[in-house]
């Protein structure tokens, strides 16, 4: 198949099934707290590893006819059984994996071809039969296909007894080169390890083009401020702007934290974004009627103590030559005369 040739009937319906039926899933999981925290995070890794080759496949393929009213009125509610749901995201993607195989050249010109993407996906999700509870081993739909093989796929990928922690470092580090930052794990900062740094290829102008990431695989406690604190003394250090990446909880005083001190909290749906989310400054509340700012960490920025005052230079920032503006998350240069050819932390 190439981009000129028309997609078969019925594609929408199926890839808008798919991917509501996986949003589902995910939210399932998210608030099923009768899985244990193995279950749970392996499900949510395999999901993010089936979910990625489907986006790629997609953007390889053409846009779809608006008019394609082919009828697949199976609801996607947002709670799911998960048997009914892994079975369904097979049929789906092997539907869409033989109705392409059809017309799809036997060169393709790109370095995979989508039914290859869409194959990976289909190993990932079947994948899930071994994780989730009340879902039979062997898979009714894959008994016809060909090309499939699931003995490969680890169901209990990137543990951190196997892989320790480098699983998840490695998916932010690919999301990172994504994004437009050339990325390297595990660089050293003085007696300290730093998880992910990053520097944007074609700067901005901005604080996060430089990025300082710290990654939390699973773990049976929740995230506290400590790792925070730890993730923002380094990122400040290397005066660059914090991520964290996780796959766990934070502690309501982290969430907090983390808000006034703009770290971006990213998880592992966050890594399927097309561009570096912003981190989260704000969240609603329960009043009604209650227009009092919350507190804001920028408010006190560039307060240092009286006797640092008075010295030349003394202005707070994350990266040298920038100065926090607004109530969100926006900065700009504290210096108005740089050219396209000068970043603002320059001679800094």
């Known amino acids: 198949m190439t981009t000129d040739e028309p997609l078969p009937d019925g594609y929408a319906d199926r890839l808008c099934s798919l991917t509501a039926t996986v949003e589902s899933l995910r939210g399932t999981l998210k608030t099923d707290h009768t899985l244990s925290t193995d279950q ?10 089936a979910n990625e080759p489907i986006t790629e496949a997609v953007r390889l393929l053409p846009e779809p006819d ?39 050249p036997a060169a393709y010109h790109y370095d995979e071809a989508p039914t290859e993407k869409l194959t990976t996906a289909l190993e990932y999700a079947t994948a899930l039969r071994d994780i989730l509870p009340g879902v039979p081993e062997e898979s009714p739909v894959l008994a ?58 074609d700067k901005r102008q901005e604080p996060s083009d430089w990025i300082v990431g710290q990654c939390k695989d699973w773990t049976d406690d929740p995230i506290t401020p400590a790792a925070l604190f730890r993730l923002c003394t380094v990122a400040f250090a290397c005066r660059a702007m914090p991520v964290l990446c996780h796959t766990t909880e934070l502690t309501p005083r982290t969430e907090k934290l983390a808000r006034e001190l703009e770290v971006r909290v990213l998880t592992l749906k966050d890594l399927e974004c097309a ?39 003394k202005r707070f920032s994350y990266v040298p030559g920038f100065a926090p503006v607004g109530k969100d998350a926006d900065y700009e240069p504290i210096e108005d005369d740089t050219d396209d050819d000068t970043h603002p932390a320059a001679d800094h």
């Open 40 to 49: 749970r995070l392996f499900a949510q890794r395999l999901l993010y590893l």
């Open 66 to 104: 608006e008019d394609d009213d082919s009828a697949d009125d199976q609801p996607t509610d947002s709670i799911v059984e998960y048997a009914e749901a892994v079975t369904r995201i097979e049929q789906q993607l092997s539907w869409l994996i033989r109705s392409l195989r059809a017309g799809e």
């Open 144 to 201: 016809d296909l060909e090309g499939v093989s699931v003995d490969e796929v680890d169901p209990h990928v990137g543990g951190r007894g196997d892989s320790g922690g480098r699983w998840l470092e490695y998916q932010l580090q690919r999301a990172l080169e994504r994004w437009g930052y050339g990325a390297r794990r595990r660089q050293h900062l003085f007696s300290l390890e730093v998880d992910v740094v990053a520097r944007r290829r």
């Open 275 to 313: 561009e570096l989310p912003a981190p989260q400054v704000a969240r609603p509340i329960v009043e009604l009627g209650e227009w009092q700012p919350q507190y804001r960490a920028r408010d006190d920025r560039g307060s240092f103590p009286l006797l640092f005052r008075s010295e030349p230079g």
